[in-house]
């Protein structure tokens, strides 16, 4: 199994540096580079000097730096890696660090980053949504998303033709199963007696195809089918 290291190319003057010491921890066979259209050229010239030291480095242009981007191009490597291990490099730009490290967990692809001069290993693991996210709280959440929320359970029960009680549960789950806010994917909000409810960043990677929800055995139902 070979690695394939990730970073965005931003703004930060050591990043050439922070990919050399990541590739001498976890050495790579090349170093994918994100990044936005004003820097373009600093990715460019990244790619040649890395080039220089016998490490190959693809570009990937990014419209411009957001959850959606990232997570995008990391669930697209992802797919495309084959029998390699992804490394997500979250300490080459510091401002999109937070998203690479969220990247990575809800992945659970490996992440490294800078601690006092050494790269340390960021203990990953994946959270599956396998169990935890039901049909029916599947279908809640496209919804959701669709509407970008709702201003009250209520309405979401008209409109699903579901009942009060069972929105609510699967809202807020039990002390058995988590609902939708335990989970991360929706916030609610009183307001005048209301809940009202609203798809969080993560509902809504997770509705466009961004965040694996499946594992293997249900994708290997649908191929049978």
Not at 53 to 67: E, I, M, Q
Not at 98 to 108: D, K
Request: proline residues 3%.
């Amino acid at each position: 199994m070979a690695n394939v290291m990730v970073a965005v190319v931003g703004p930060d003057s050591d990043v050439k540096d922070v990919l050399e010491l990541g590739l001498q921890r976890f050495p790579s066979r090349k170093i994918v580079l994100l990044f936005e259209p004003r820097h373009q050229r600093k990715a460019e010239s990244l790619q040649v000097a890395l080039s220089q030291s016998n490490v190959r480095a693809d570009l990937v242009g990014l419209d411009c730096l957001t959850f959606e981007t990232v997570f995008e191009s990391v669930a697209r490597l992802s797919e495309g890696a084959g029998g390699d291990r992804l490394i997500l490099n979250v300490d080459a730009d510091h401002q999109s660090s937070c998203i690479m490290l969220s990247a990575a967990f809800v992945n659970g692809v490996q992440a490294i980053g800078l601690s006092d001069g050494a790269i340390i290993a960021y203990p990953i693991m994946k959270f599956s949504y396998y169990h935890a996210l039901s049909e029916r709280k599947s279908e809640m959440l496209r919804f959701l998303v669709s509407r970008g929320g709702v201003d009250s359970l209520e309405s979401m029960s008209k409109a699903l033709s579901m009942s009060l009680p069972l929105v609510t549960y699967h809202v807020h789950g039990s002390n058995q199963k988590p609902g939708l806010v335990t989970l991360g994917l929706v916030d609610v909000a009183r307001h005048k007696g209301r809940l009202s409810v609203r798809p969080t960043a993560l509902g809504n990677l997770i509705v466009q195809g961004l965040v694996c929800v499946e594992d293997e055995k249900r994708k290997n139902k649908k191929r049978e089918r």
